[in-house]
């Protein structure tokens, strides 16, 4: 691997935001591909982060700064790649469902996606699924994941799921759901496609219903 990749991949891995920018940038003067330095840099050091967590070996913090780093260089290499018409992984429109203002998970999650290689939709906190029932229609996302912190805004989820079938549109996304109180079985009773108990997992389950794992 070139070493500048390297030295992105560390530094991502190290939560350096400065050395990241500053690498990205570097690579892109040198003439390196855009999708390359995404590939070989940014997600094969996300991919490694989630691999220690799952392991034991980091926590969410050390998580929270790799994927702060990851994303402070995905801001100087995005117009390069929308200059090469770069496919993503896939789309996941993400929110925490109505009546939850929490946050932190959701923002983790979608920071490592997007460090997989997936366009993130950020509908927010405390969403309707009026409102992301439109985020369907309008951006036909690949996935649809839902986030909740609270037990009282749990049952939301299914609201949210049976709101897609009403409105005819579940066959055409996944629904991924997580957050401190949601388990697998939980996912199975309201006919979730997938569950993950943490950020890093998440990034795996979104990739095998989509077929990209």
């Known amino acids: 691997m070139n070493e500048i990749l390297i030295e992105i991949k560390d530094a991502i891995i190290d939560g350096q935001n400065a050395i990241v920018r500053e690498k990205v940038e570097t690579a892109l003067m040198q003439g390196l591909d855009p999708v390359d330095i995404l590939n070989s840099g940014m997600v094969d050091a996300m991919t490694e982060v ?95 994941a839902l986030s909740a912190l609270l037990t009282t805004t749990m049952p939301n989820m299914k609201v949210t799921i049976d709101a897609l079938k009403t409105a005819g549109l579940r066959n055409s996304v996944k629904v991924i759901i997580g957050g401190a109180p949601v388990t697998e079985d939980y996912a199975r009773q309201i006919g979730a496609d997938g569950f993950s108990p943490n950020a890093a997992r998440a990034v795996n389950v979104a990739k095998r219903l989509i077929g990209k794992s």
Do not use: W
């Open 50 to 144: 989630g691999r220690t967590f799952e392991r034991g070996e980091s926590f969410v913090p050390e998580m929270m700064l790799a994927a702060r780093a990851m994303q402070s260089g995905l801001a100087i290499l995005r117009p390069s790649l929308v200059k090469v018409d770069f496919k993503s992984t896939g789309k996941v429109a993400i929110c925490t469902v109505k009546g939850d203002l929490h946050d932190i998970g959701k923002n983790l999650v979608s920071m490592m996606l997007e460090g997989a290689g997936f366009e993130i939709l950020d509908l927010g906190t405390d969403v309707a699924p009026e409102k992301i029932i439109a985020a369907v229609r309008e951006s036909s996302p690949d996935i649809v």
